[in-house]
């Protein structure tokens, strides 16, 4: 019986640790998903070995450039232990033109569980996940579910 309640209770501790897992940037500031508030967030877990990860990129790449200025954007999560060098050339070679965060490789995150490289989060603008994806999305994907929900919104704004 204590043997189980120290496994739970390490479990928790675990949980907690990962959901408090800190984002930095290439300049080693701690950074969050709060400061893009208002706009809609794609979240993607990713790593430079990751041949999807690498696939997805230019879709990535498209997908903000078309939505940076107005209503959404895409949050990389570099998901390696490379020196920011390393990755700042890695990205500009991608001509990767998101910002890109670094955390500590773990299989729990604030948004819920990496069972896999990609993994993407969908976050609306009030902050609320609202969608995940192990594997490969496109520009299209994503656009698309975006148009979706924000269309549900408006139905459920509209009916009260």
Same mark, same amino acid.
């Given at each position: 019986?204590?043997? $189980?309640? +120290?496994?739970?209770?390490?479990?928790?501790?675990? /949980?907690?640790?990962?959901?408090? &897992?800190?984002? #930095? /940037?290439? &300049?080693? !500031? &701690?950074? $969050?998903?709060?400061?893009?508030?208002?706009? =809609?967030? +794609? *979240?993607n #877990? =990713?790593?430079? =070995?990751? %041949?999807?990860?690498?696939?997805?990129?230019?879709? +990535? *790449?498209?997908f903000h450039a078309r939505h940076n200025d107005k209503d959404a954007v895409v949050i990389g999560i570099n998901m390696e232990q490379l020196d920011a060098e390393?990755? %700042?050339?890695?990205? /500009?070679?991608? $001509?990767? !033109? #998101?910002?890109? =965060?670094?955390?500590s490789p773990s299989q729990q995150t604030a948004l819920g569980p990496l069972s896999g490289l990609p993994t993407s989060f969908l976050v609306s603008p009030q902050g609320e996940v609202v969608a995940r994806q192990v594997g490969v999305v496109s520009a299209h994907m994503i656009e698309r579910f975006i148009a979706r929900q924000t269309? $549900?919104?408006e139905t459920v704004t509209r009916q009260k």
């Open positions: 019986m204590r043997y $189980s309640l +120290l496994i739970f209770c390490l479990a928790l501790l675990f /949980d907690a640790c990962a959901e408090e &897992q800190p984002l #930095y /940037d290439l &300049q080693g !500031n &701690q950074r $969050s998903l709060a400061e893009f508030q208002g706009k =809609w967030r +794609l *979240v #877990y =990713w790593a430079t =070995w990751c %041949t999807p990860c690498l696939e997805e990129i230019p879709e +990535l *790449v498209q390393a990755l %700042t050339i890695f990205m /500009d070679e991608l $001509s990767i !033109n #998101y910002p890109v =965060w670094v955390a269309e $549900s919104a």
